[in-house]
T-cell receptor, first 114, second 114 residues
Framework: DTAVSQTPKYLVTQMGNDKSIKCEQN?????MYWYKQDSKKFLKIMFS???????INETVPNRFSPKSPDKAHLNLHINSLELGDSAVYFC?????????????FGDGTRLSIL | GNSVTQMEGPVTLSEEAFLTINCTYT??????LFWYVQYPGEGLQLLLK?????DKGSNKGFEATYRKETTSFHLEKGSVQVSDSAVYFC?????????????FGSGTRLQVQP
């Protein structure tokens, strides 16, 4: 069984469109994250939710809006897509407040803006 | 703020060679340290971790020791295989005012040739 699953795996769309990426985890974790990986493989945190509450919101354009309907789901909606949004987006989850707990990652969603 | 610095890649080795990938960090207090591995087209997988000074994390023949005096967490393997070819990420995690995301290094690509 997949622990952290993201859909879609690939997303190709045009500039200006609005799109969503979905993430679900079946690990029973209470914290979920979105990371962005650029073309040079650099990974950076975007958002984090703990028990459906937003706890990290990095310097991300407000065109990006995360939504957590429950602890097992964290979706990412992107408005007015721009060329610079092309990247791989990873969802992750972890359990508990202690920093020594590892995060579990999905396989990523490769977003390509034409 | 927190930061992680990794050696630039790619690192190209022959099968059965010894591997070292350097990682140093900057953080206040006592972060937890991780190595993640990303195989082509996949998400990140936890390889090993260490949560306090002098801890040694190990998994699948890989090892890394948490050195607080040198703020380092170098990854080593005595004999690499072709199947180890991947991108390796060093990361740290700190519980700063409830914010517990991973700070990643830039990743090091390892290519192992038969």
């Amino acid at each position: 069984d997949t622990a952290v699953s993201q859909t879609p795996k690939y997303l190709v769309t045009q500039m200006g469109n609005d799109k969503s990426i979905k993430c679900e985890q079946n690990l029973g974790h209470d914290t979920m994250y979105w990371y962005k990986q650029d073309s040079k493989k650099f990974l950076k945190i975007m958002f984090s939710y703990n028990n459906k509450e937003l706890i990290i919101n990095e310097t991300v354009p407000n065109r990006f809006s995360p939504k957590s309907p429950d602890k097992a789901h964290l979706n990412l909606h992107i408005n007015s897509l721009e060329l610079g949004d092309s990247a791989v987006y990873f969802c992750a989850s972890s359990q508990g407040a202690m920093s020594n707990q590892p995060q579990h990652f999905g396989d990523g969603t490769r977003l390509s803006i034409l | 703020g927190n930061s992680v610095t990794q050696m630039e890649g790619p690192v190209t080795l022959s099968e059965e060679a010894f591997l070292t990938i350097n990682c140093t960090y900057t953080a206040t207090g006592y972060p937890s340290l991780f190595w993640y591995v990303q195989y082509p087209g996949e998400g990140l997988q936890l390889l090993l971790k260490a949560t306090k000074a002098d801890d040694k994390g190990s998994n699948k023949g890989f090892e890394a020791t948490y050195r607080k005096e040198t703020t380092s967490f170098h990854l080593e393997k005595g004999s690499v295989q072709v199947s180890d070819s991947a991108v390796y990420f060093c990361a740290l995690s700190r519980m700063d005012t409830g914010r517990r995301a991973l700070t990643f290094g830039s990743g090091t690509r390892l290519q192992v040739q038969p």
